[in-house]
């Protein structure tokens, strides 16, 4: 994850109007802290009882375990893409995520 977040303003260019949002089945507050202590930009999001993972085919019932999972939500607020699993050491990964990006929201032409 680290491996992401350092490359987080890069892809994201700090606004492009796509939401990233990291889910875990780890209580809120345990996300909240390894978040903040690590200084991950992006949302995160608990989700006890596996709901979220469940819909999106990312928990294993049979092994009670998740697939990690990266989620990126467009500017109309729908998840655009679901990449999984997120392989973060993988430089292949950022530039697949880059291109995605890219094509949910295009830099403007004014600010390059």
């Avoid at 260019?13 to 930009?41: C, M, Y």
């Avoid at 990126?72 to 893409?81: E, L, N, S, T």
Wanted: proline share 4%; charged share 25%.
């Amino acid at each position: 994850m680290e491996a992401y977040r350092d490359q987080y303003a890069t892809l994201f260019n700090n606004g492009r109007k796509v939401v990233v949002v990291g889910i875990s089945v780890d209580a809120d507050t345990t996300l909240a802290s390894w978040a903040r202590e690590q200084h991950f930009p992006m949302l995160f999001a608990s989700d006890k009882g596996s709901k979220v993972g469940a819909m999106y085919d990312s928990f294993d019932a049979k092994r009670n375990t998740d697939t990690r999972a990266l989620y990126v939500i467009d500017p109309a607020g729908k998840v655009a893409y679901v990449t999984k699993p997120f392989r973060v050491l993988a430089a292949t990964a950022y530039t697949e995520l880059g291109a995605v990006i890219d094509k949910l929201a295009p830099v403007p032409v004014d600010s390059l």
